[in-house]
């Protein structure tokens, strides 16, 4: 049994601290790249964060991320590619009403919530199954336009992995606008299966690998966990 560092025995306990060391990072980085930086400028360098893996958690965690963009005031701009227009996910209601929560009193920042199975709100058409290859195309254009008009402080692009896969969506199209974005952007990036260029652009990349899952026990997903 693995002990908590904080309920630990004494005798374990300071064994626990130097394993934990070994596995959390503690604030100060390893190595100082020669790159001309400031600390500060280096601390607050816009970041590429991928989120893949076949375990659940993905798109949880992305926007766990973006809710703590939105507490320190920026815009937030989140992008679901794949899911069904019928797929209504918690977090997406909660971020609609922190934007409505930011344009009643200024709290937050401004939030924009896009969904390709929507036909993607600012096309104002409705998608079919034949259209998804196109409809993740011009999903990306946008973001793309944003991106060079720096619109928003964090993307979040959930599930934008597969049409990468399928290769509805150009990967070193994507790498290169990425590589090159202007200003202090963040962008999340979630999904199976992430393209090898996008691993290796990236800054932060997460690998979500299950132990167990209630689903294994014939569990199935449940409001308020899965959605």
Same mark, same amino acid.
């Given at each position: 049994m693995r002990w908590p560092v904080w309920c630990?025995?004494?005798?374990? =306990?300071? &064994?626990?601290?130097? =394993?934990?060391? &070994?596995? %959390?990072?503690? *604030? !100060?980085p390893d190595t100082v790249p020669?790159? *001309?930086l400031t600390t500060r400028q280096r601390r607050t360098r816009p970041l590429l964060v991928v989120h893949s893996g076949d375990m659940k958690g993905k798109s949880t965690a992305a926007f766990g991320m973006a809710l703590r963009g939105w507490n320190a005031g920026w815009s937030i701009g989140v992008f679901q590619f794949v899911k069904s227009a019928k797929w209504k996910v918690g977090e997406e209601a909660a971020f609609r009403a922190l934007g409505e929560v930011h344009a009643q009193t200024g709290a937050g920042g401004p939030v924009e919530w896009h969904k390709m199975g929507d036909g993607w709100s600012w096309a104002r058409k409705q998608g &079919?199954?034949?259209d998804h290859a196109?409809?993740?195309?011009? *999903?990306w254009a946008e973001i793309a336009r944003r991106i060079a008009a720096q619109t928003h402080d964090l993307y979040v692009l959930d599930e934008f992995t597969y049409p990468l896969a399928w290769g509805w969506v150009d990967t070193d199209? $994507? %790498?290169?606008v990425?590589?090159? =974005?202007? *200003? =202090? !952007?963040? $962008? $999340? @990036? &979630?999904?199976?299966?992430?393209?090898?260029?996008? %691993?290796?652009?990236?800054?932060? $990349?997460v690998e979500m690998t299950? @132990?167990?899952h209630p689903m294994d026990a014939g569990q199935k997903g449940q409001r308020g966990i899965e959605w």
């Open positions: 630990a025995p004494p005798a374990r =306990r300071e &064994t626990c601290l130097q =394993r934990e060391e &070994t596995i %959390v990072p503690q *604030g !100060q020669p790159d *001309g &079919t199954e034949q196109a409809a993740a195309a011009e *999903g199209e $994507v %790498v290169a990425l590589r090159e =974005r202007p *200003g =202090r !952007q963040h $962008v $999340v @990036i &979630t999904g199976r299966r992430a393209p090898a260029a996008l %691993v290796e652009a990236a800054d932060l $990349v299950k @132990i167990k």
